[in-house]
């Protein structure tokens, strides 16, 4: 059996074990047990969906403490290009970067700075056109795992280059390296992070074996200890460390990364569902004439990431404020760079993305055939409610919950009082808000 | 007296690029202690300028010169020229490409915040022959 780690985590005393996660949750991951929802460790994302929907907080993402910074001798911040969309009257992203300093870390490397590179180094796949099209981005790890989970007929056309958080903490701590004489394991990269999945992609990566970034922090829990620092900030002369131009800020929300390609020929979807629903055309070779795909899982893209502080909306206009006067990128590769083995390890995949059968009904492909026409034929019997009372989130998912003998028929509640002579509201003939003691029927 | 002097030549072939040169000048201008407002205001004007120089006109060269009380630009480009300056130069006119217009360009915003951030500007343009403006910020 694999050992799953994920961020997303449920504080048990607070989940009342109502069923708003279970039904949100994309790839079906949560059953409610026991008065509490449970998350199917192999079917999760990590996405963040369950954090955003649950009324009770119940959902938390598990980060890094910010006293992660004493464990290494020497630290490099890695702030996420959303992370500058985060401040009132920003007219400097230095001044967000000497705070950072200030702080505590020994140097800043933006994440934004390795986007740059990402999209310079996809431009040349692009042109080499050896990647069937579309072209799937694989910067948000919460899409690359659904892909993993639901798509696999499209993994052949996820882009097999890293993420620019992983990226940023290859070249940075290389760098720091050999500028302190430090080894690797003594400089801590951490990154700042909006969001939940990003903790999972560091701990369990796609693409390589191991990840190169030693922690992760939330935005949330550092930008009020960063408010004061950048008042004492902006008073006095600040150091020049910023790196980056308009592509690597714009990846902060969605459409940012497709418009580092220089082609308008790109689609880009934000959204958990609206992701799903191109998934599902993509699947249908829906879009033959469309270069690149650009997905987030979170709504407006990474501005939009449940470890934010600002409303996605009004953090993406101030990204664009921010990014206005900008040179259009800082960062750039030349045929010559790419033929650096160490840059090649930075940026691409070694190991590929495979696909992994968490939803199949059984390791026999008979057994499965049988097995999914008697969850059909249970799903039929049932009354297709979708109510989510048994802790499924639809009676599809109860049906193959009891094939496969983790649930039983008689969960279904309606079914279960159907048998005791009640007939439950929904299926009662009244009309609905008569209440003069007679009621009147339909 | 003379003043400082700088050249920059913008790459009009690869569109990544640019920005760079009005973002270098930057550098130099805070490093030569120059006023927040100035530096904001001739970086935005050379920044626009800049712009269209790779957008519209395959790019150029920028001839910059600073005395103690002023600043003069000059951005000369050879390319298709502009037909009618006076349209060019009304806030919302923009001839883009589409593919720039994801990052921000073509909202045809580029002449007019030019016109707004500078104390005098002048366009001289010849179709097919090439376009060069100058600008002048005034420092006291």
């Known amino acids: 059996m694999q050992e799953f780690f994920h961020s997303v985590t449920l504080d048990r005393d607070k989940c009342r074990g109502c069923i708003n996660c279970i039904k949100r949750c994309p790839t079906e991951a949560i059953r409610v047990r026991n008065k509490k929802a449970y998350i199917i460790a192999e079917r999760c994302i990590d996405c963040g969906e369950c954090i955003r929907v649950c009324p009770h907080h119940a959902k938390r993402a598990t980060c890094d403490s910010l006293d992660i910074l004493n464990k290494y001798k020497y630290t490099i911040a890695l702030p996420a290009p959303s992370f500058m969309a985060q401040f009132n009257n920003l007219e400097d992203i230095d001044i967000v970067l000497n705070a950072l300093i200030d702080f505590g870390f020994n140097e800043i490397f933006e994440v934004a700075k390795a986007a740059e590179i990402v999209s310079a180094a996809t431009r040349k796949l692009m042109e080499s056109r050896k990647l069937p099209r579309p072209v799937i981005s694989s910067a948000c790890p919460a899409v690359t795992r659904l892909i993993r989970v639901r798509f696999p007929g499209l993994i052949d056309q996820v882009l097999p280059l890293h993420a620019p958080i992983e990226v940023a903490a290859r070249m940075a701590k290389r760098a720091a390296a050999a500028k302190t004489g430090l080894p690797l394991s003594e400089i801590g990269a951490i990154f700042i992070s909006p969001c939940p999945a990003k903790v999972t992609a560091t701990k369990m990566p796609l693409g390589t074996e191991k990840s190169w970034v030693d922690g992760v922090v939330a935005v949330s829990d550092i930008y009020p200890k960063l408010l004061g620092l950048m008042k004492d900030a902006a008073s006095h002369e600040i150091a020049m460390l910023s790196e980056t131009g308009k592509i690597g800020l714009s990846w902060g929300s969605s459409g940012g990364e497709s418009s580092g390609l220089i082609n308008d020929n790109y689609l880009a979807a934000d959204g958990i569902e609206n992701v799903i629903r191109v998934l599902e055309d993509l699947e249908d070779e829906k879009f033959r004439d469309v270069d690149f795909i650009e997905l987030n899982a979170c709504s407006g893209g990474c501005v939009g990431g449940v470890l934010n502080v600002e409303n996605p909306y009004v953090a993406k206009t101030k990204l664009y404020r921010i990014r206005k006067h900008l040179p259009v990128s800082l960062n750039h590769l030349e045929d010559a760079d790419l033929a650096d083995p160490k840059l090649k390890n930075d940026l691409s995949w070694d190991t590929p993305l495979e696909f992994v059968p968490v939803m199949k009904l059984d390791e026999d492909v008979f057994e499965a055939m049988k097995k999914m026409e008697q969850a059909e034929e249970i799903c039929q019997s049932l009354e297709g409610l979708d109510c989510g009372s048994c802790g499924a989130p639809s009676c599809r998912a109860l049906a193959e919950d009891v094939v496969r003998g983790l649930a039983s028929i008689d969960d279904c509640v309606f079914r279960f009082k159907e048998k005791n002579g009640y007939v439950p509201a929904p299926f009662r003939s009244e009309q609905v808000g008569v209440k003069d003691g007679k009621e009147e029927t339909v | ?140």
């Open chain 2, 1 to 140: 007296m003379s003043g400082l002097k700088w050249t920059f030549e913008v790459d009009g072939n690869d569109f990544t690029r640019a920005g760079e040169a009005s973002s270098s000048l930057k550098k130099k201008l805070r490093a030569l202690g120059v006023s927040p407002d100035i530096i904001r205001r001739v970086s935005i004007a050379l920044y626009e300028g800049e712009i269209n120089m790779v957008i519209h006109a395959n790019g150029g060269t920028i001839d910059v010169e600073m005395t103690p009380d002023r600043i003069d630009m000059v951005l000369k480009d050879t390319g298709k020229g502009i037909p009618d300056i006076e349209q060019a130069m009304q806030a919302g006119w923009s001839t883009a490409a589409d593919e720039v217009r994801s990052l921000g360009f073509g909202a045809g915003m580029g002449l007019p915040n030019m016109k707004k951030n500078t104390d005098e500007m002048r366009i001289e343009s010849t179709v097919g022959v090439g376009t060069t403006v100058y600008m002048t910020i005034y420092i006291s």
